[in-house]
């Protein structure tokens, strides 16, 4: 499979989401130029980003419906993979109650706790669990994808036990760097870096 | 005030992080290199960036206390800013409750929802307002954050309705792209950006 760049990865849900805008105005097709504004990212990068879809314009633009699907083919997000959640805080509850992951290839099937008054309800609907048994379920289950949501310090207990048990990427919502062997992908949702922006920035207009 | 790159800024909160565990494990003082493993950053950028604190190390390397207070200081951290959150469903609520805003400069002060059975109640102890009532009371306390969880579709609307009501910084959940007049300072927490990379590259391990 073709490595795709982190750039223009990042860059294909929001031309996944102009299409949807595009698609409940009523329109079929749609041009380069019209997704650059959309989207506010220049034409030239709209147009190569989308050339990883083998997709090619017609005169008038892109066919918005086939164009979506291969783009939602290429981030995977066609297929449905089954993910576990560890740390049903505020922020872990709301990311289990979170509708807008179904549609982007992510299925969270189970929650996992420490907390006795939570292990053995259901939160939003996905069943909470021991964190003991993570590994046993994991295994078994072949489940590959690990979504942290505990406090940072135990970010890192966290992934040493989610890589124990055959977990292969690892989504971080804490700010703390965990450390994982090569082959285990990693990602970060950096609420701190952006909050940092933004603090930073409204400082400055002073 | 001095105009520090977007780059720079996004890694400061990582040394914070490194600072305070270090700090918990009973250490006063850091080299750029223990920094730069902890932190999987490279030691140049570590150096260049913590120059901007204008804290020098000795030879042992920085104090962690004032270097801590410096970057936060950099951050406008120290400081606390009030905030108003539009949408208090499952993610506005999560954030309602995150306490990690708090160390960070950032208190959200009230809630805003359209939904009549969450209006006049609290979330986490933050008191939730009828959005109908954002721009009366934005002006009157002079907020300038606005934070938006509302569904995409929504964000457009609700990034008006703050420009309109005063606000100054805008931190957007959604993955809409919201446009505003060039001096509002808008950032994104991107967390489809993230699931993107992170669905392909496990595709691509196949």
């Not at 922020?91 to 706790?113: H, K, N, P, T």
């Not at 420490?114 to 964190?131: F, M, Q, R």
């Not at 055959?166 to 285990?184: E, L």
């Amino acid at each position: 499979m073709e490595k795709i760049p982190t750039s223009t990865l990042k860059r294909l849900p929001q031309y996944l989401e102009v299409l949807k805008r595009l698609k409940k105005a009523g329109l079929r097709e749609v041009s380069a130029t019209k997704i650059s504004v959309f989207s506010d990212i220049h034409q030239t990068l709209v147009r190569k980003d989308i050339a990883y879809t083998n997709i090619s314009a017609s005169k008038t633009g892109y066919e918005i419906n086939p164009l979506q699907m291969a783009i939602e083919d290429l981030l995977n997000w066609s297929d449905t993979s089954s993910s576990y959640l560890v740390g049903v805080g505020h922020l872990g509850s709301a990311l289990l109650g979170y509708q807008e992951f179904s549609q982007r290839g992510l299925s969270i099937v189970a929650g996992f706790d420490n907390d006795p008054e939570l292990i053995g309800t259901k939160v939003h609907g996905v069943p909470v669990y021991s964190a003991l048994d993570l590994t046993a379920m994991a295994q078994k289950e072949k489940v590959r994808i690990g979504i942290i949501t505990v406090p940072p310090d135990s970010a890192q207990l966290i992934a040493d036990i989610m890589v124990h048990s055959g977990i292969k990427a690892i989504w971080n919502f804490t700010p703390h760097k965990i450390i994982v062997p090569p082959d285990i992908i990693v990602e970060y949702v950096d609420m701190f870096a952006s909050l940092a922006v933004l603090s930073r920035r409204l400082a400055e207009q002073h």
